[in-house]
Structures are given as structure tokens and as C-alpha cells.
């Protein structure tokens, strides 16, 4: 008993820090201060010591999580090629909407991407992802684009459900235009185990972007959640 209730208070203090977070942000209807939701769902259907192969959708909220404005789903394949290094190819199928009407924008990405990753301790493990993408953006134009993604995450023990907390950051570089153009920095992430299958991680992230030419950061907030499935 003694063991549950620290678990719960644990559990309740997790939830604070993320309320706590998000009151503290200004939000408003533009992107610059919006609250945003994100939904993902994985699944992975294979897995072996070379292999794995998984499916991924997702669904962004946008203008204080009030408008539907994109959703995609994309097959991954991913090659172990080292104990440390992971290669993965996906095909991300993403329909947009802008706020000042109902027609969608279809947008094809082909991604390529290395995943390295290490085990430093029983706790602490350190990742990296750096990803090549192809954006056929419909009727408008295409673009090449990179991603880099660098991963911090802390395994805790006997915390329940809780298993892991971490912290990333991603920078976006865009060669059409040759620059930085978006930064996504989770300074939370929280990993719950639901059953020896399904795994939950909720996290709070500040999307920082500059759209076109325009050299203004803006920056709106993200509260996530990603539901995944192992068969």
C-alpha cells in the first residue's frame, strides 16, 4: 500500500508539472502563442534481430486545439545494421488544411534517416536521428528537407507505470530556402508501460518556426500524446 500511494503521487505530480506548463503559456488564435494537441498511434507488426516493421498515424489540433488541420499515416522500415545504429525508410502520406477553409493540401514524404543510439548505463541512454526527406507538396512545389533529433531519456524504477522521463530537440533545415526554419524542443517527456505490449508517452513541446523568407521566429505550444502497440 505504502508502495502504491508513492506511486500515485508520483503519477499526480507528473500531471501538475505538464498542467503547470501549459497554463503558463499565452495562447492565441495565430500560430505565434497557439496551443496545440498532437495524437500519434504506432504499431509495430515484425521484429527480429535485423528487422523491424512498424505503421504510424497521427492528428494535430491547431488554434487552441479547436481545428483539425493535418493528419497523416506512413509504413516504417527499419534495418539494424549495428548494435548502435539503426537505418530507416518511410513513405509519410499527410493530408493540411488552412484555417480559412475545408479543402485539404496533399503532401507525399519520402524519408530516409540514421538512428544512432547507445546504452550508457542501466538508466541513461542517448539517441540521435538524422533524417532526409523529399516533401511533394501538391499543386505547389517540392522541397528537400532535413531533420536532426537528439534524445536524452532516463529510465526510473519502481515508479508503477512510470518508466521513463527525457528530453529532445529537433532542428529542421530546409534547402530551398537554405536555412533553419522550425525547432521542436520537448523539455518533458514522460514514458508510461500500460501492459507487457502498449506503451504511453505524453510530452510538452515548444514548436518554434519561421514560415517562408520571413526571418520572425514564432513559437506555439504542444501538449502530445503517442499510443504504441507492440503485436
Same mark, same amino acid.
Given at each position: 500500500?505504502?508502495?502504491?500511494?508513492?506511486?500515485?503521487?508520483?503519477?499526480?505530480?507528473?500531471?501538475?508539472?505538464?498542467? @503547470?506548463?501549459?497554463?503558463?503559456?499565452?495562447?492565441?488564435?495565430? !500560430?505565434?502563442?497557439?496551443?496545440?494537441?498532437?495524437?500519434?498511434?504506432?504499431?509495430?507488426?515484425?521484429?527480429?534481430?535485423?528487422?523491424?516493421?512498424?505503421?504510424?498515424?497521427?492528428?494535430?489540433?491547431?488554434?487552441?486545439?479547436?481545428?483539425?488541420?493535418?493528419?497523416?499515416?506512413?509504413?516504417?522500415?527499419?534495418?539494424? !545494421?549495428?548494435?548502435?545504429?539503426?537505418? @530507416?525508410?518511410?513513405?509519410?502520406?499527410?493530408?493540411?488544411?488552412?484555417?480559412?477553409?475545408?479543402?485539404?493540401?496533399?503532401?507525399?514524404?519520402?524519408?530516409?534517416?540514421?538512428?544512432?543510439?547507445?546504452?550508457?548505463?542501466?538508466?541513461?541512454?542517448?539517441?540521435?536521428?538524422?533524417?532526409?526527406?523529399?516533401?511533394?507538396? =501538391?499543386?505547389?512545389?517540392?522541397?528537400?528537407?532535413?531533420?536532426?533529433?537528439?534524445? +536524452?531519456?532516463?529510465?526510473?524504477?519502481?515508479?508503477?507505470?512510470?518508466?521513463?522521463?527525457?528530453?529532445?530537440? =529537433?532542428?529542421?533545415?530546409?534547402?530551398?530556402?537554405?536555412?533553419?526554419?522550425?525547432?521542436?524542443?520537448?523539455?518533458?517527456?514522460?514514458?508510461?508501460?500500460?501492459?507487457?505490449?502498449?506503451?504511453?508517452?505524453? !510530452?510538452?513541446? +515548444?514548436?518554434?518556426?519561421?514560415?517562408?523568407?520571413?526571418?520572425?521566429?514564432?513559437?506555439?505550444?504542444? !501538449?502530445?500524446?503517442?499510443?504504441?502497440?507492440?503485436?
Amino acid at each position: 500500500m505504502h508502495s502504491l500511494s508513492k506511486h500515485s503521487c508520483f503519477l499526480n505530480l507528473s500531471v501538475l508539472v505538464v498542467v @503547470g506548463l501549459l497554463s503558463a503559456s499565452p495562447l492565441q488564435a495565430q !500560430f505565434d502563442k497557439d496551443f496545440s494537441t498532437w495524437q500519434a498511434l504506432g504499431f509495430t507488426f515484425y521484429e527480429d534481430d535485423t528487422w523491424r516493421i512498424k505503421a504510424a498515424a497521427q492528428t494535430r489540433w491547431y488554434n487552441d486545439s479547436s481545428f483539425l488541420a493535418t493528419w497523416f499515416v506512413n509504413p516504417i522500415l527499419e534495418y539494424k !545494421f549495428h548494435p548502435n545504429l539503426d537505418i @530507416g525508410a518511410t513513405y509519410l502520406f499527410e493530408d493540411v488544411r488552412a484555417q480559412s477553409g475545408d479543402d485539404y493540401t496533399r503532401v507525399h514524404i519520402f524519408r530516409l534517416y540514421l538512428a544512432p543510439h547507445w546504452q550508457i548505463d542501466d538508466r541513461i541512454s542517448l539517441s540521435m536521428r538524422h533524417l532526409l526527406a523529399l516533401r511533394a507538396i =501538391e499543386s505547389i512545389d517540392n522541397q528537400w528537407v532535413s531533420r536532426h533529433r537528439f534524445s +536524452f531519456n532516463y529510465k526510473v524504477a519502481n515508479m508503477g507505470s512510470l518508466t521513463g522521463i527525457g528530453v529532445d530537440t =529537433e532542428v529542421f533545415y530546409n534547402y530551398t530556402t537554405n536555412r533553419l526554419f522550425e525547432n521542436r524542443f520537448k523539455p518533458l517527456k514522460l514514458s508510461f508501460r500500460i501492459n507487457k505490449q502498449t506503451k504511453l508517452e505524453l !510530452f510538452y513541446m +515548444f514548436q518554434t518556426k519561421r514560415f517562408g523568407y520571413d526571418a520572425t521566429w514564432q513559437t506555439a505550444y504542444v !501538449f502530445g500524446q503517442s499510443l504504441s502497440y507492440k503485436f
